[in-house]
């Protein structure tokens, strides 16, 4: 048996179609994730001093600009498929039949509404209900 390995371990799809675009898109997430993630992190934990930083904070300097309100929904958006369709692969190898219909609906849902949630958040709090004035 020989199959073409990534140097993840994990089988490239030969077929195409959905899985090959998911196979690509975790590669696609996961490098976008890292730049996000790293960005976030230096920001808020180097530059700024976490000590100083409130809800107040973070609202007046951070989602006062649309910039941050879209970096943060992007940092949502690829945390959340690169996360579901992970978990979505480990049900995939361990589950079979009605139980992994179930398992894959629930993923399915528990995702949608989480995005939902999260989009809501990041896109509609109103600054001047945070900050006083603002």
Known sequence: MSARYSRSGRVKPQSGGFEL???YLMRLSGLGLFVLVLTHYLILHVLH???DQTAGWIAEFRWSSVFWRAFDWLMLTLVLFHSFM???VVVGDYTRGG???ALMAGLYLSALILFVLGTAVVM???VDRVVPGG
Request: without cysteine; glycine residues 6%; positive net charge.
């Open 21 to 23: 675009a998911v196979w």
């Open 49 to 51: 001093d976490p000590a």
């Open 124 to 126: 509609t709090l109103p």
């Open 99 to 101: 139980l992994r219909m």
């Open 86 to 88: 992970g978990m979505r």
